[in-house]
C-alpha cells in the first residue's frame, strides 16, 4: 500500500500533535509553579526591588512559595517515572540528548537568522535550543529542591551541617533561581530573534 503524501493544499488542513496530553500537562503544571516560585522567591533577592507588599503578607508569599515548590517536586517525580516507565517518555528523552550536531545546527540557525544561509537548519524532534532548555531546567530544579528543602528544614541542616554550609545554600538557591528566569527568558528570546 502505497503511504499518503500530502500535497500544499492539504498544509492548511493537517494537525499535527507535537505533545501528549500528559506531555502538556507537564509543561503547563511546570509554568504555573515556576511562575509563582519566580513571583514570590526573586524581590526577595534583588537589592532596591520593592518588596513592602510582601512583607504585610509574608506568612502567604511563604505558604505559596512553599507550595509552588511542592508542586515542582511532585512534577520532578512525575517525569522521571514518565522518563523511566513510557515508551513516549523514553523514545522523547533519547531524542533530547544532546548530539555533535547541534553544535553545527546553532551554528547553522544564526546564520540563516542572519540572511548568510538561504535554508534554515535540519532540526531533529528537538532543537539545540531545547534541549539546552531542558538540561537547564533539570539541573536547575534538582538544585533549587535540593537547597530548598535544606532551607524549609533549617533544623535538620543545621543538625548535619555547620552554618556556613546553611549560608552558602541561601545564595546558592537565590542565585540559582535568578539564573532560571535568565535562561528561560534569554534563550526563549535567543532561539527566535530577529
Known amino acids: 500500500m502505497r503511504e499518503w503524501e500530502p500535497d500544499e493544499s492539504d498544509l492548511d488542513h493537517i494537525t499535527v500533535e507535537r505533545f501528549s496530553l500528559a506531555e502538556r500537562v507537564q509543561h503547563i503544571v511546570l509554568i504555573a509553579s515556576f511562575t509563582v516560585l519566580i513571583i514570590t522567591g526573586l524581590p526577595l533577592l534583588i537589592p532596591g526591588v520593592d518588596t513592602s507588599w510582601l512583607e504585610g503578607a509574608f506568612a502567604i ?12 517536586i511532585s512534577l520532578s517525580v512525575f517525569h522521571v517515572a514518565y522518563v523511566l516507565f ?8 533519547g531524542h533530547i540528548m544532546p548530539r555533535v550536531d547541534d553544535i553545527r545546527d546553532v551554528l547553522h540557525h544564526f546564520r540563516y537568522r542572519l540572511g548568510k544561509v538561504d535554508e534554515p537548519p535540519p ?6 535550543f531545547e534541549k539546552f532548555e531542558y538540561f537547564a531546567v533539570v539541573w536547575g530544579s534538582v538544585i533549587m529542591i535540593v537547597t530548598g528543602l535544606m532551607m524549609w528544614f533549617i533544623e535538620i541542616t543545621l ?3 555547620p552554618l556556613w554550609v546553611y549560608n552558602l545554600t541561601l545564595l546558592i538557591h537565590g542565585y540559582e533561581g535568578l539564573l532560571a528566569f535568565l535562561a528561560i527568558t534569554c534563550i526563549s528570546s535567543l532561539a527566535s530573534f530577529p
Open 61 to 72: 508569599r511563604t505558604f505559596l512559595h512553599r507550595f509552588a515548590a511542592t508542586v515542582l
Open 86 to 93: 513510557t515508551d513516549r517518555g523514553r523514545g522523547d528523552f
Open 123 to 128: 532540526f531533529d524532534r528537538f532543537d539545540p
Open 159 to 161: 543538625q548535619i551541617f
